[in-house]
């Protein structure tokens, strides 16, 4: 069974502090993405990687950058946490290619007040 | 720029009847795949069922179809004979054609909560 796991359920932290969130895929995939899910407007892209090093800006990365230094893992950096960096994080990771499905971890609820 | 469209926010639908949960989606790309998630209330995002643009026949996974009707960009997913256990948000998602770089991300919609009732 593919494996995507993330460093922490819940996660609370102050407004300023510097925040990283944690990723790791059992699975060999290239491909890794790092998401936010805030209630009425789905899931939207921050960051993703197509290979060890590679990253490319999603849709919302103002205010995170990430990190992969190995293939198996990827990190969503948040340099000085706002209050309106609080939700949901998603992490998944996947196989190029057109036709292959995203794996997902069980999220990170980060609360920044 | 790639955009989905779930326009049904909320849906409600009574054990063992079926239920369709409607996706339109607006790309220039001749090749793109679309993808539709489950997420139950303990947030797990669980993969359900792929539709290629070039796949002649609508794609089925047990319970779950497509109604896939490329000229009018949509792609519906129908839930036959509903289960409590369907109860969920459901996401519907694309993926451009390219396979390396920017080719790989999954755009996704903003969700239909769906309601399955005794």
């Known amino acids: 069974d593919v494996k995507v796991t993330q460093s922490s359920r819940y996660l609370v932290k102050r407004t300023g502090e510097k925040v990283f969130l944690e990723c790791v895929q059992d699975?060999?995939?290239?491909?890794m993405f790092w998401y936010r899910q805030d209630p009425g407007l789905g899931l939207r892209l921050i960051y993703f990687?197509?290979?060890?090093?590679?990253?490319e800006k999603g849709d919302i990365p103002e205010g995170y950058s990430v990190s992969r230094e190995k293939k198996e893992r990827f990190s969503l950096i948040l340099e000085s946490a706002s209050t309106n960096q609080t939700s949901m994080y998603l992490c998944?990771?996947?196989?190029?290619?057109?036709?292959?499905?995203?794996?997902f971890g069980p999220g990170t609820r980060l609360t920044v007040t | 720029a790639q955009k989905i469209t779930q326009t049904q926010p909320g849906m409600f639908v009574q054990e063992k009847e079926a239920v369709t949960l409607d996706c339109t989606y607006d790309t220039s790309d001749q090749s793109y795949g679309l993808f539709w998630y489950k997420q139950p209330s303990s947030g797990e995002m669980i993969f359900l069922i792929y539709?290629?643009?070039?796949?002649?026949q609508n794609a089925t996974e047990g319970r779950y179809s497509l109604n896939f009707q490329k000229a009018r960009k949509s792609t519906n997913l129908v839930i036959s004979a509903s289960q409590l256990g369907d109860s969920a948000m459901y996401f519907c998602?694309?993926?451009?054609?390219?396979?390396?770089?920017?080719?790989?991300?999954?755009?996704f919609g903003t969700g239909t909560q769906l309601k399955v009732e005794l």
């Open positions: 539709q290629g643009s070039y796949d002649e």
């Open positions: 699975m060999d995939h290239e491909n």
């Open positions: 998944a990771s996947s196989f190029a290619g057109l036709a292959h499905e995203q794996y």
């Open positions: 990687s197509y290979d060890v090093k590679m990253k």
């Open positions: 998602a694309m993926r451009e054609g390219k396979i390396t770089g920017g080719g790989n991300k999954l755009t």
